[in-house]
């Protein structure tokens, strides 16, 4: 065995006690902290009115333990804690939105089980509208085991499939209507990928956006990309999915490839994200400048002393990609949030974290100088707690206020 653990049937009655203990604090919140909060709340704006986003994707239940490090082949270890709570790429965004003070719905599949229970209890209590989730009467939900190593602060995860899988006949046409109702933006994770191009097209019919998760190549993945208004990708995808020789020759690559896209986004853990944005409205720009030597300009212009995140952008430009072509637009660097070693817990969801404040910064119409610090901001509060959700911050959190006014 990687690490000790209880069975799983005690380790879901530990997670139920642990919700309805934490339900049980959170009505016990003394009323100076109440007063606090709705004074923090009072003085932001409030969100945006076009607030409704659409998930379809993951949802299911994380198992983490984390240990001093990694297990060796045969070893057998202890967990130095443990935790029990929702995952999935799609149901930790939808959370992210709904903490941000959006009003996110998700489309997924769990089984009437002990583990889709605390699924669904976790999402009712966020306020994710879960009435678009298929509930199979037999089967199982899906679950990950995430080990979180506390040496060199990485996470490996194993994942098992929900059975039976989510089919696009689990979706009506009156239910995929009803959830595209009033959703200003539409979030794939490209998992489930036939329900999520029948979403995608549906979307498109209506003209709303879809912002596409890109983690890596999967099955039916090209087809929502070609849908897709924005994209947010892992380090590596640019270049496996174009072959091209640079991160920056892989982006033009997909502004040219994907002529539906604004954005695309690479994001790069602690070395932040970089960001390609389409020039679409304004007047073609004279200036052509190596893509390449674009970037490190920008990146000469960070300071390693500011710990929090920043942004630098370019002037509108010919983006050259030599042997690719040219894109008309901006790039952007964003940098990540200096976190102090021994405040760093857990990486796990920092992506998912990320993409829900893009949403909320598209709902937002913020420009890309403000979105790029405060998704890093976001991901960066994510990772100083275990778990894709335990750090995961509310609206009224004192260190996103500099992004909200």
Known sequence: ???????????????????????????????????????????????????????????????????????????????????????????????????????????????????????????????????????????????????????????????????????????????????????????????LPESALLVAQEATRSNIPILIDAERKREGLDDLLKLASYAVCSAKFPQAWTEAPSVPHALVSMLLRLPNIKFVIVTLGEDGCIMLERSINESPASEEIDIDNLLELLKQRKDDSVVMPTCFSSSLAKLRANGIGTVNGRLFVGTAEKIPPAELIDTTGAGDAFIGAVLYAICASMPPEKMLPFAAQVAAASCRALGARTGLPHRADPRLAPFLH
């Open 1 to 191: 065995m990687l690490f000790s653990h209880p069975t799983l049937s005690s380790v879901i009655s530990l997670n139920l006690n642990f919700l309805s203990s934490s339900s049980l604090r959170r009505q016990r919140l003394s009323s100076d902290c109440r007063t606090r909060i709705k004074m923090s709340l009072d003085s932001l704006p409030p969100p945006p009115d076009n607030g409704v986003v659409l998930g379809i994707g993951g949802a299911s239940v994380d198992f983490l333990a984390a240990v001093a490090a990694y297990p060796k082949p045969d070893d057998k270890i202890r967990s130095t804690s443990l935790k029990v709570q929702g995952g999935g790429n799609a149901g930790n965004a939808m959370t992210c939105a709904a903490r941000l003070g959006l009003s996110p719905r998700i489309i997924s599949k769990i089984a009437d089980d002990s583990q889709g229970r605390s699924v669904l209890e976790e999402f009712e209590s966020d306020g994710v509208d879960t009435s678009f989730l298929v509930v199979s009467k037999g089967g199982n939900s899906p679950f990950t085991y995430v080990i979180v190593d506390s040496q060199t602060k990485t996470r490996t995860c194993i994942h098992t499939p929900g059975e039976p899988p989510m089919t696009p006949d689990d979706l009506s046409q009156s239910s995929l209507l009803s959830a595209l109702d009033g959703a200003s933006v539409v979030y794939s994770d490209g998992r």
